[in-house]
């Protein structure tokens, strides 16, 4: 089966290119794909049941300092080193770089 293309339509008050503009989007996009959808999917951010006080807060900070350890550590799969750091110590290790 074919796919189809998707046809978006955008009004800007925005004094720029269209280059510029479609640059824009897609920048938005690439923060939503490589932050907001891993925290989102992989970390199952949307569906946490913590909602009392500052633990939202919290957790989204672990979230993040996760993903961001496992980028450091040069992993490009996030689901993936999640379910490796899961398994053991090994990336642990890695990521907090000892011995």
Excluded: C
Aim: glycine share 6%; net charge positive.
């Amino acid at each position: 089966m074919i796919k189809k293309p998707e046809i978006r339509y955008y009004i800007s008050s925005l004094d720029e290119t269209v280059e510029q503009f479609g640059r824009r989007i897609r920048d938005y996009w690439h923060v939503e794909n490589k932050v907001h959808h891993v925290r989102d999917v992989t970390q199952g951010e949307d569906g946490s049941r913590i909602r009392v006080s500052a633990l939202p807060v919290l957790f989204a900070t672990a979230r993040n300092l996760a993903l961001n350890l496992y980028r450091d550590a040069g992993e490009t799969n996030m689901a993936q080193a999640r379910r490796k750091a899961g398994y053991g110590l090994k990336l642990l290790k890695k990521l907090f770089r000892m011995k």
